[in-house]
């Protein structure tokens, strides 16, 4: 996309015909942050509790650990958990004049949540919806997030304000990554996340279904206790890929409370290699053509 699309003074070769110098230096500094980000995965699900921040996570770390650099985003401005999930809990981001360095938890993986932002857990966050927006514009456009091959966002559940500006300011190259779990209900709540995503002019990369089987702790296979495969069937249904599916694992939730992600540590179990397959359509996306 050329960086001044949809400006005034742009010629339709895309290029600037303006004597004066830029007319939209934020829309000028937004578009060349996202020059700099390779790819952008959004997770999201109409339900909450399905697993979306705990899959974002570990998503993110997969995609570290095979050696990409990745930014996690954290656009849940009532509950923001990244920083509890990998142990970043009242760090304090870097700033500068009117940028942000996001925190880093490793040499490839930095982090940014209003979490570092609030003074305490307790404080209550009130947001209209155009704050909202204007946040997490702002999440994307000073923070300096470098060149990064993935950038991961962390979304609340429902179809509302934050993954529609997430969508929005991350533009129509954003892809949905949507979580469900094997239940009924859940499923039709996805059904919703997927036409939205459609509405807004994105793509949907895939569905996950989490919380799938049981990853037995005593003998090391999955056990069915509810049906599955709910997930699978609404991703044929809607035309979308089905990226797989997670068990639940009584690890996957210690680590979570613990405060490091679960990939960091099991990375040769069940569930790990479940979430190493997930991340392979992610590992295949072609490079975006150079601006
Ligand atoms: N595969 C899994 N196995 C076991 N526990 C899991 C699994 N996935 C998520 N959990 C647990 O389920 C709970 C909810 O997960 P998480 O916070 O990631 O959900 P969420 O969809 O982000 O919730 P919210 O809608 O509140 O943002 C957490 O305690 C987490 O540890
Ligand atoms: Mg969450
Ligand atoms: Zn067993």
Redesign the pocket.
Known sequence: MSECEGCSSAAPDGSCTSTTGCDNPEELKLQQTLGRIKHKIVVM?G?????????ATNIAVALSLAGKKVGLLDV?VH?P?LPRMLSLKGQKPHMGDRTMEPVPWSKNLSVMSLGFLLEDDRQAVIWRGPVKMGLIKQFVEDVMWGELDYLVV?C??GTGDEPLSTLQTLGPTAMGVI?TTPQGVAIDDVRRSVSFVGEVGNRVLGIIE??SGFACPNCGTIHEIFKSGGGEALAKEAGVQFLGR?????E??NS??EGYPYLKVHRDTI?GKALEQIIQPMLELPDPPKA
């Open positions: 699900s339900k909450g509790g399905v697993g979306k921040s705990t899959v849940d509950g958990s962390d609340p559940p979580v989490n919380m997670i068990p639940l694992d009584p996957v939730a979570g409370d569930t």
